[in-house]
Structures are given as structure tokens and as C-alpha cells.
């Protein structure tokens, strides 16, 4: 797996994460390509990793009994996909599918916990990284909520 | 094509010599104007209140009646002498006659091409403006920037304006809601004038000291029985002025109040005036500056033909500020706000000057008594503590 | 001298439905000066259109400013007179009075890279600024549109925000708030600010123009300011009730400005302080 490790480092989210940390999640890693169509995962499946997307396209979709599925973000290169591995149940609450061929890294999420507990200060680390992505969606998803592009009739 | 030309006013000091113009002569002063083919306007005791309408003889002024004037309260009481101008505003201001309350701006007929558009505009009606105070000769000067010299000038103003002639008078007292000293806009008529008039009366003498403002203010003036008015007539009428300067109901201190007003836009103050105020836009309506308007569109029943009217307007409505999904002033703390805001600071900005000339009017005429001197000063009065508390700490 | 406040009468010479509630109309001036059909404009300006009886309604122009035969509009139909509109044909006329208004800064941008969001309707005033950069291309460094809808359905000139995107000079990304399944769309979902990491631009050297909702021009400025644009760089458009467009009915008040002529467009760094406030 020492291959993973330069893609890691390089991958903004881990952005300046000291060298031994890269050194270390580099053991979770694998990498993974994704065909277009191809589900990542669905609502309900254990949620055990996360993606740092290296290429392509992938969507998070909801399915709805009326409406079938309802597509609320997109994601490419350079960005994170996933944070239920952090969450107890540890379930995925939306689906995601590869819109194009998509090539990312996969990170176990029980082997990260597993060192996060082991290390405080990288699982401090992790989570102020996650707690910024988990903020910036939060903050998305009240303006797509706002549906200020609607009329207010 | 209309020539703009307003400011053909001019003192020089062949013109600027004083007369003295008898009372009863100031009928050959209003008969010589409406020979040379003017409507006079001036001051007339209607409904229990003076307001500006057409006059013909001296009769039709308030001869003997004065105004008595307080915040939310105007009074009208007789004076023991005859003075003509022995009172300071009423309701009415001259916007009335240069900015028309209701216009049509076009109309649209139908025809075999879809419709056509034409204006009928009248040409403006040549009036006179009898009796206009310092303040209001501000006012007047206030609209001519906001009408006339911006990029896009408002033709029927502009004619109007260029055609108005304007006999302004002193004040020789103030009323309880004044303060034209505060905003540097009286009481003395200074220029902007055609003819300057103050009513000087004594146990044994009531006349008028003229002075001419302009050429044609010189023409009607030879046209009408005066003299030459000597030292201490010409001192009597500076002093009955500065005894008005003196006696100001009120007082605004201007210090900064642009910068004031910008920085104290979430003031614990503009909630306590929006409880007091009803929205009802009596102070934008007789304000002489304020220059709103909305438009308004008619057809008749058959739909062939369709009418465009201009219509004064306030900002006090919450339709003033709508756009597609709401208003953006919601709030009766806004909407007071906005004018008062606009009134005595963004106006600075946008148009070089003040809007306010401190007549009073908004105050007399509001009917819950809210009085703009007050609002500024409390707002500036809590600013001041803040400030000094915080010196305080500073200190400590 | 021109009464200001009268209308010329132009021909509606075509009529196409964009999206559920927005429409563009080309109109032509049958007796316009030396023959003109069209109107001399500057990007971002915008006209008071008149509808016999109905009203006006202020509307952004969203044509190329090069074409002299055709002055286009696009409008979105949420009011009284342009519903009204929205019912017109190719062939019924009506009143046109302007242009109106400040430019977007065509001419400051020259040389530096420029970086257009919108937001909704907010692409129709930008149109034109997008057909004078692609006529003037070598003039600019990179060029990014980034552009936000509701929904796939939503979106204003698709076909040539794909034509646009399928140039190898500009970067186009488009993203909606949700796309239902059936709804054709390869592209981006969330919101629009979420694409802005995406864009390439050099910050000391950008000039961003962003036309939307005001909610989104906030976040937009937010998430550009993280990333080094000074104030200074940022052009907003802002929309009130406006009457008479040329700064005589105070309706369009913005703190000290009067968005009909001192705006609609406006250097942020100019209208921070009124920005901010609420309900001003």
C-alpha cells in the first residue's frame, strides 16, 4: 500500500496532516474506481469507509416513493465523500452513484476509529476536519432549503 | 426645446436698494403682477388653517391671524393688529404648485398598429408665489437639485420653476415647531427671490421693506407706489428679523448627524418611534422637500384607451419598498427610518445638502407629536453616554 | 428635449418560452434613429417596459450588444405587468423607455480573469457580458461562469450555457439545488457557491460579477472573500421597486444610492455598509 501514500498527502483534505498521520491512515487506504452508474453504496448499508475522490463524478441521491430519485449533490475531484463512518449507527442515510467513471481512495472507516482511539490527537484532527465539511454541507443544505430561486408564491 | 434657466436672480447693488412700500399699496403690488399676466398664490385662511390658493386683493390674506404651533398642534389666533404675514407655515408648501400631487405623465390609444403614446402636457401656468419663507425658498432650492440638475432633468418641474415668480417674505416671528437657524435656511429670504418683503408694524405705521431679487423683481416693483426706504426702516426690518432668529421653537444640532444617522441604523430609538408612529405619511406629504412618486395606470372601459398618472408617494407605505416576493421595509422602525435617515443624512450624499430646512411641519402635522429635533437628539444623546462610558472604562 | 418618462413603441418580432415562468422577447423599433432596429446598450443596463394599460416593469437587457437589429429581453413572470407580458405574441407591441443604469466593468476587466456567477434569472443581465467576452477574448484571462438553478428544468439558455461549455476559452460549471429522476441532467447538484473551489482564477487578478437572489450574492461574496478576492474586485446587482428609472421617484432607495442610476450595478466595496443592513 505504499503506493497510496503520496495520492493521500496530496488529496486536499489531508492537506498538511503531519507526515507520521499520512504515514499511518495510508494503512486504512485502498484504492478504487467506480464504472458510471455504479452505486458506491445505498441508504441502510453499513457505512464502514470514506472517499477522497480523485476523479470523475459521483452523486448522493435520495430515493422518494413519488418521485424516484431526487439528486441533491454532486461531487468531483478533490472533494470527500461520507461522514456516517463517524456516526453511530454507522449507516449510509442516502445513496451514491458513480455519474462517470470516478476514481477516488477508500478509507476504512473501523480501521481509522480503531487508530483514532488509540490516538486522540489524530482523531482531534480527523474531526475538526470532518466537523468543517460536515459544517459546510449543513450550511448548503439550508440554502437549498430556502429555495431562493423560487417564487415565494 | 425649453432653456433651463433658474438662478437669473442677481443682487447687485443698483437693485438692491431698499423701498418702502405702504400696507395698503401691497394691493397695487398683487394687481401690477397680475397685469403683467401671473396668477398670484399666496397665504388664505381656510378651513381653520392657512393654506396657499389663488389671491386677488388683501382681504384674501390672513390679515390678523397668526398660527400658534406644537407637535401634533396647529391653532389658528387672532392677532391684535392687521398684520398680512403675521403667522409662519401652513400645511400647504410651494411643491404643490411645481411638483403636482397628480400628473399625467401619458396616454395610449389603441389603434390598427397596436397603440399609440402621446403627452398632452399644458404649458406650465405662469404663477406668482406671494408670501414664501426663507425655508421655503430653501426647500424650493433643495428640489431644483433633485429635479433639475441631476442627469435626468424633470421637464415639468423645470417649467414650472423657470416660470414661478417669487415674492418671499421675512419672518418677523417663529413658530413653536421652527427651526430654520438650525439648518441654516432662515429666517431672513437671502436669495432666490424675484422680490423680498418684511412686514414692519409700529402703533403708528404698518408698511413693507422691498427689495428686488431680479430684473423683472425691479419691473413690478416700478410698477407699484413705494419710496425709498430710509436708515431706520431699513434697520427696523433687520431687526424684527433677527428678533424671529431668536425666538426658534426648536433645535437641531446638525454636528456630524450624517455620520450620526449611518452608524446608528440599529438604535434602540427607532423602536420607540415606531410605537408612537401611525405610517400615516402626513409628514412626507407636507414636507416641502420630500419628492416620492409613484405611478398609477388606467384604462377606460372599452380598453382602447389607457392613462399613465404620476402620483405623489411616501415612503412610509410598505408598498413604497415592494419588489416581486414582499417589501423591503417591513417594519414601521424601518419605514421612520428610511425618511428620517434620508432625510437629514443620505440626502448630503446624493444631493450636496441637507433635505430638511427646518419648518417644522413634519412635527405640526404629525398626529402623534413625533418631532424629528427630538428623534435626532436622542439618538445622539445615547450615542454620547455610550461614548463617554466607554472613555470611562478607558480610564479606569 | 425628450420627455424621459415616454415610452417609444417597439414590435415583439420573436417570442420564446425559456423555462415555466420565463420568457425572452426580441423586439425590434420600427421607426428607430437611421434605421436602427435595435439599441445601443452596455452590458448590464436594463429598460422600463410598458404594457398598454398594465404598467411598467424594469427589465435587464439580456442581448448581445453587438446585434444593432434586435434588443432582447428576458423575463421572469412574477408581478402583475410582466404576467401580463408573458401573455404577449410575436407581433403586439409595446412601450420601451432607456437604457438605464450602470455597466457591468467590461472595460476594468480587460486583462485580468474574470469570474461570472448567477444565480436564476440573475443570468439574463449577465448574457451580454458573456457575448462580449467571447468577442473580445484575447482581451480577458480565463474566464469561469458559474451558473445556479432550482432544478434542471430551471435553467435559463440551456442550449448555450452547453454550447458555452463545449468552448475550450471558458470554464462553465452549472449546478442545481435538486434534480428529480426523468429530468435530463449530467451536472452538478448543490449549491452554487459549492463550485467556486472548482473555478481557476488568479485572486490578486479577478473581476467577479455576480447577478442573483441577494441571499445568494451574500454567500457568494463569503465564500470568494475565503479565497483572497478583495472587495474592490466584486460587482454585484442589486433590485428594488423602481418607477421611473432615472432617480426622481426615490422608490429604488439603497442607503445614499438610488439603484436606477447609480446602479444596478455596483462595485460591493461601494455598498458594503448598505449591504449589511437590514431592511434599509
Redesign the interface.
Known sequence: METLEPLIAEHPFFRDLPREYIHLITGCASNVRFDAGQYLFREEDEANQFYLIRQGKIAVEVFTPQQGRLLIQTMGAGEVLGWSWLVPPYKWRFDSRAIELTRAISMDGKCLRAKCEDDPRLGYELFKRFSAIIAERLHATRLQMLDIYGTSE | MVTFIYFNYMITENNNSFLRIEREDLQGLIEALAESGYRVIGPTVRDGAIVYDEVEKLDDLPAGWTDEQQPGSYRLKRRDDRALFGFNVGPHSWKKFLHPPNLRLFQAKRNDKGFEISNDNQPAPDLVFLGVRACELHAIAIQDKVFINGPYVDSVYGERREKAFVVAVNCGQAGGTCFCTSMKTGPRAESGFDIALTEVIETDQHYFVAEAGSERGVEILEKTRTRKADESEKKKAVEIVEFAASRMGRNLDTTGIKELLYRNHDHPRWEDVASRCLTCANCTMACPTCFCTTVEDTTDLTGDHAERWRRWDSCFTTDFSYIHGGSMRVSVKSRYRQWMTHKLAAWIDQFGTSGCVGCGRCITWCPAGIDITEEAAAIRKNELQRENKEQQDGNA | ?N?????S?W?IKNYRTETA?TFTIDLVNEHGQDGMTGMHFQPGQFNML?L?????SAISISGDPRNKDVLTHTVRA??TVTRALARLKRG??I?VRGPYGSPWPVVEAIGNDVLIVA???GLAPLRPVIYHLIAEREKYGKVTLLY???SPV?ILFRQELEKWRGRFDMQVEA????????QT???????V??LI??AGFDPSQTTVMIC??E??MR?TIIELQKRGIEEDAIHVSM???M??A??????C?L??E?IC?NGPVFRFDRIR?SFR????
Open positions: 428635449m420627455d424621459p418618462m415616454m415610452p413603441i414590435r415562468d410598458y398598454f394599460g398594465a404598467g411598467e412574477v408581478g403586439d407591441v412601450g444565480g436564476g434569472i445556479g438553478a432550482r430551471d449546478t442545481v439545488d435538486n434534480a428529480r429522476q426523468g441532467w449530467h451536472g452538478n447538484a448543490g449549491v457557491t459549492g473551489p472548482r442573483g437572489p441571499l445568494m454567500f433590485e428594488r421597486n418607477k421611473c432615472i432617480g426622481l421617484c426615490g422608490h432607495q442607503g445614499p438610488f442610476k455598509d443592513k437590514r431592511e434599509i
